[in-house]
Every structure is written in C-alpha cells, then in structure tokens.
C-alpha cells in the first residue's frame, strides 16, 4: 500500500508552538480561570496554575503557532532533492493566512496529501484550530467534517508505524535512530521552544530546528518504502 504513494505527491508538515502569551499574569481573569481548571489534570499538588503556564503551547485554546515548516522531495538533475520552506513571525494570523495560500496551490494538483510524524493528533487538528480562531477559513484539504475516512488527506508517519496498535507511541527520534537516519545534533530541542521565542525572540532558530524535523519526517517515509535517503548536501531552503 505505502509504495502505491508517491513521495514527491506528500508535503511534509511540522509546527512549533508556544503559550498564547509570554507569562500567566498576561492572560485575562477568564482565561486565567479556565487555564486554572484545565492545568488542573496534569499538574501535580504542589504546583500552581501559573507554575505549569509553559505547557500552554500543547494546547490550541492556550497556545499560538509561531512556525510552520513545510517541505517536499523533487525529482531534479542531480537526483531526488528536499526542498523546504518555512512560515514563521510574531503574526500568527499572517503566517496562517500564508500558509493557507499555499496550501490552496499545492492542492490545485490531483492526489496531494499532507503528512507528519504524530501530524493527526497534533500538527493538523492544531492547525485548524488556530485558523479557526483567527477567522481564517479552513482550505479544503483541512476542512475534514464530514469526510469519509478515505477522503482524509492525511498521512501520519507515526500512525504507519502503529500498525493497529492504538496504544502505541513512538517518537520521530526513536524512529530515526532504530532506521540508520542520521540527524544532525540540535541545539534547542522540542521543550525549549517557548524559551528561545518569548526570552531570546529567534524565530530563525526556530525554523531551523523545524525543518530539521520536516526533513527527518520525509526520510523516514522513504525509509518505510524501502528507499534510499536524500543525501544531506540535496536539502534547499527557501528563504522568506
């Protein structure tokens, strides 16, 4: 079934989060309150509700994008390439508005997925939350109410992996490591994102460290195709 996809018909998707805003304090009494009732879950006796505040960017109603990376692998003189380009900025409706663009033009084209690794329980429904809420409307290959699921356009690198296993969950690193894929060692990792936007504001780091991710994520679906991976010297980034 997966060689019956064609890589180069995938666009390979990650975003990075953070909280809505730079500290608890910022938030207003409402949402304070309701922050106050949902942190409550997960946080433990000892901790207060503005203590747990940097977990806020899991979650769509607390949290707000500030990087979607996107990529796709080409056939080109040379040999199979990874292009790769970024959206990112303090603008969240901006960078969703032009994400959105060109997602309505990578669809104008039959037989387009979307595909990430944990993409179905996080990356896409995160996304369209954030559209949602800033009063974007949905481009048709995420508005999925009401779809069959053969409809769905979404292929997620991590569900392949589970083969039936609903309880099972492996990170992309893990993958990578157990798949010979080599990745490059990073200087900021997943959980310090919020840091490294709200204290140092370097939003090209954290870019960077995304497309990493998009990049990892396509060499793991050709790794499940039996493929050969795409040599480090054949990734292209495009600037803003």
Known sequence: MLNKIKADSLLFIDIETVSGTGDFEELSPKLQDLWEKKSNYFRKEDESAADVYQRAGIYAEFGKIVCISTGMITYKEGGRKFVAKSFYGDDERLLLEEF??????????????????????FDFPYIA??????????????????????EVQFIDTMELWKFGDYKHYTSLALL?????????????????????????????????????????????????????????????????
């Open 100 to 121: 959105g663009d060109m997602l309505t033009r990578f669809c104008s084209k039959p037989y387009r997925n979307l595909c990430a690794h944990n993409g179905k329980e």
């Open 129 to 150: 939350r954030r559209m949602l809420i800033n009063g974007i409307n949905l481009p048709d290959i995420l508005d999925i109410a009401g779809k069959k699921p053969w």
């Open 176 to 240: 990578c490591e157990v798949f010979n894929i080599p990745t490059p060692k990073d200087d900021i990792d997943g959980s310090m994102v919020g840091e490294v936007y709200w204290k140092d504001g370097d939003l090209e780091r954290i870019a960077i460290y995304c497309e990493k991710d998009i990049l990892a994520t396509a060499q793991l679906f050709l790794r499940y195709q039996g493929e050969d991976l795409i040599p480090e010297e054949n990734f292209e980034r495009i600037l803003l």
